[in-house]
């Protein structure tokens, strides 16, 4: 089956279209750099002639709140326009777990805005909602660098493996349309403090992790379970621990 990944060059598109070739699948890395633009639509059109499934898995390269309000609205609507015309039957996106709860920041806000143009659209669609990439802590404890100190707050983390988020998405690309959402997570839940004051010992990294309740995740402070999925997660399996890249995250 062609299997279009738009997104297909960056950290999960890259693992989606190994996976899906070692199955067998036509993946098709849609990218600038391969010839395809969402956002001026070039490419598009070729990109999705005979494909029946897209997955979506592009994101902003930026974080600030019109820009990335614009990259997600202006990319779907073009990429969903571009399928409708191409007979696409399987709309894939990913997404984030707590998008839809208060308190939101505003990539949060730009990705709800995103899967509301795909839940109103004709073509069929899944949804996933993972939680934090084990690739993106290092980002994570930078955003919340305050000199040498790293403030956290202890709510529950539980982040997962990048190729655990690109299985379990391709999982889905090659089944039937949920027409709704699935959330995928970790196989472990943290302390969102414990889980960073031990991943900075892990890099050998001197900076203090404080645990404030008032530290904000991207600009919005987070309650207890605004980061982890509901009962019925599809969980990862590679652990923080055991995970190859766990210590290079640091550099």
Same mark, same amino acid.
């Given at each position: 089956?062609?299997? /279009?990944?738009?997104?297909?060059?960056?950290?999960?598109?890259?693992?989606?279209?190994?996976?899906?070739?070692?199955?067998?699948?036509?993946?098709?890395?849609?990218?600038?750099?391969?010839?395809?633009?969402?956002?001026?639509?070039?490419?598009?059109?070729?990109?999705?002639?005979?494909?029946? /499934?897209?997955?979506?898995?592009?994101?902003?390269?930026?974080?600030?709140?019109?820009? !990335?309000?614009?990259?997600?609205?202006?990319?779907?609507?073009?990429?969903?326009?571009?399928?409708?015309?191409?007979?696409?039957?399987?709309?894939?996106?990913?997404?984030?777990? *707590?998008?839809?709860?208060?308190?939101?920041?505003?990539?949060?806000?730009?990705?709800?805005?995103?899967?509301?143009?795909?839940?109103?659209?004709? =073509?069929?669609?899944?949804?996933?909602?993972?939680?934090?990439?084990?690739?993106?802590?290092?980002?994570?404890?930078?955003?919340?660098?305050?000199?040498?100190?790293?403030? %956290?707050?202890?709510?529950?983390?539980?982040? %997962?493996?990048?190729?655990? /988020?690109?299985?379990? /998405?391709?999982?889905?690309? !090659?089944?039937?349309?949920?027409?709704? %959402?699935?959330?995928?997570?970790?196989?472990?839940?943290?302390? %969102?403090?414990?889980?960073?004051?031990?991943?900075?010992?892990?890099?050998?990294?001197?900076?203090?992790? !404080?645990?404030?309740?008032?530290?904000?995740?991207?600009?919005?402070?987070?309650?207890?379970?605004?980061? !982890?999925?509901?009962?019925?997660?599809?969980? *990862?399996? =590679?652990?923080?621990?055991?995970?190859?890249?766990?210590?290079?995250?640091?550099?």
């Amino acid at each position: 089956m062609k299997i /279009v990944v738009v997104g297909g060059t960056g950290l999960i598109g890259s693992k989606l279209v190994t996976k899906l070739s070692e199955h067998g699948h036509e993946a098709v890395a849609a990218a600038p750099s391969t010839g395809v633009n969402t956002l001026t639509g070039e490419g598009l059109a070729e990109a999705l002639a005979g494909t029946p /499934v897209v997955i979506d898995v592009s994101n902003s390269p930026s974080f600030e709140e019109a820009a !990335v309000l614009e990259f997600f609205e202006t990319s779907t609507r073009n990429l969903l326009a571009a399928e409708a015309a191409a007979g696409v039957g399987h709309h894939i996106a990913l997404s984030v777990v *707590g998008t839809e709860r208060p308190p939101g920041n505003a990539y949060f806000r730009a990705k709800i805005a995103q899967e509301k143009l795909i839940e109103k659209s004709s =073509i069929p669609f899944s949804l996933v909602h993972a939680t934090q990439f084990f690739e993106f802590v290092r980002r994570i404890a930078d955003d919340a660098t305050d000199g040498d100190k790293v403030r %956290m707050p202890p709510v529950l983390f539980q982040p %997962m493996a990048g190729d655990d /988020v690109a299985a379990a /998405v391709g999982r889905t690309a !090659v089944g039937p349309p949920l027409n709704g %959402m699935m959330e995928v997570a970790g196989p472990e839940q943290f302390r %969102m403090d414990e889980f960073f004051r031990d991943a900075l010992a892990s890099w050998g990294d001197p900076r203090e992790v !404080v645990t404030d309740p008032h530290a904000q995740y991207f600009g919005a402070e987070l309650l207890e379970r605004s980061l !982890v999925p509901d009962d019925g997660a599809t969980l *990862g399996q =590679i652990r923080y621990r055991d995970w190859p890249g766990r210590n290079a995250a640091g550099k």
